[in-house]
């Protein structure tokens, strides 16, 4: 099987880190709403079939709370296509190294029923017969720093980023993200559960929220959670409002990030509509 590089990769990542934007000047909601959902072309991507949200975890899972997450964006979001099934893989299954003994694929035939839309995660064993695998579309990495980096490594994660995690610094959950004509193929979430630092509720939040197809921080906004300086929002309301607008009936993988904008002021309150200078 082709390694899971060769696929189409998006340049869309995003990171928890300190408050480096909290003095940036607000720019208009419609404007914040074009930074979020925009990839690197001007378009818009999401998900067109049911991913599967694997878990790979050293410790405490956080179950209740990824399931919470998983329900409230499959009841709120109308059109999103759900998170097809949760799956968790606790790594104290696996008593070998991780480098030079995991592998992560996408094949470009079948497999399990689904045609080069799900990731094989392969931790080989001492003989064939031991060993383990599990399969995902979206996969959360809640482990210590060296793991963290070695499935970096291992699914191709973006350099800059992961190098800033590797280093330990304020840099404490990321993600990746790879596409095929604007549709989402594959995400992977980072989080350092070493660091005693590290706001792993929110991490989990803000970067599967991302993973979905918001794509982008907005600097300086103070509706959005995607931010850039991981402060916690008591009313998420206008996250799930961003996602409905992207996950439309109205909208399609490709369209221009603009028309997401114009869905989203149709949809949010009087009250934010009316301080929203749209160009």
């Known amino acids: 099987m082709p390694p899971i590089f060769r696929l189409c990769a998006l340049s869309v990542l995003c990171f928890l880190s300190s408050p480096i934007a909290a003095f940036a ?19 818009i991507r999401r998900w067109a079939y049911p991913p599967k949200l694997t ?16 329900d409230m964006v499959n009841l709120r979001i109308p059109n999103f296509p759900g998170v097809g099934e949760v799956e968790f893989f606790d790594l104290a299954r696996y008593n070998r190294r991780l480098a030079g003994n995991t592998q992560f694929r996408m094949p470009t035939k079948d497999y399990n029923g689904v045609e080069g839309s799900i990731v094989r995660a392969l931790f080989q064993g001492e003989a064939e017969d ?12 809640l482990t210590g720093l060296e ?3 070695t499935f970096g490594a ?6 800059r980023l992961s190098r800033q995690f590797a280093e330990g610094g304020e840099t ?4 990746n993200l790879m596409s095929l004509r604007d549709e989402l193929r594959a995400g992977f979430i980072f989080i350092n559960t070493e660091d005693a630092q590290t706001p792993v509720a929110e991490c989990i939040y803000e970067e599967f929220m ?27 309301n206008p996250d799930f409002r961003l996602l409905e607008a992207l996950y439309s009936d109205q909208i399609a993988p490709g369209d221009d990030a603009q028309r ?20």
């Open 172 to 175: 404490r959950c990321y993600f």
């Open 154 to 159: 291992l699914t191709q994660s973006n350099q």
């Open 55 to 70: 878990v790979i975890h050293s410790g405490d899972p956080h179950s209740d709370l990824i399931h919470g997450l998983v």
């Open 210 to 236: 991302q993973t979905l197809g918001l794509l982008n921080d907005s600097h300086g906004s103070s509706i959005f959670t995607f931010d850039n300086t991981g402060t916690v929002r008591e009313d998420r």
């Open 260 to 279: 997401v904008a114009d869905l989203y002021l149709n949809i949010a309150p009087a009250d934010v509509v009316e301080v929203a200078d749209k160009p």
């Open 130 to 141: 031991q060993d383990l695998s599990v399969t995902g579309s979206i996969f959360i990495f």
């Open 147 to 149: 793991n963290g980096i």
């Open 25 to 43: 000047q607000e720019k208009p909601i419609y404007d914040q709403v074009v930074d979020i959902v925009a990839s690197e072309t001007g378009t």
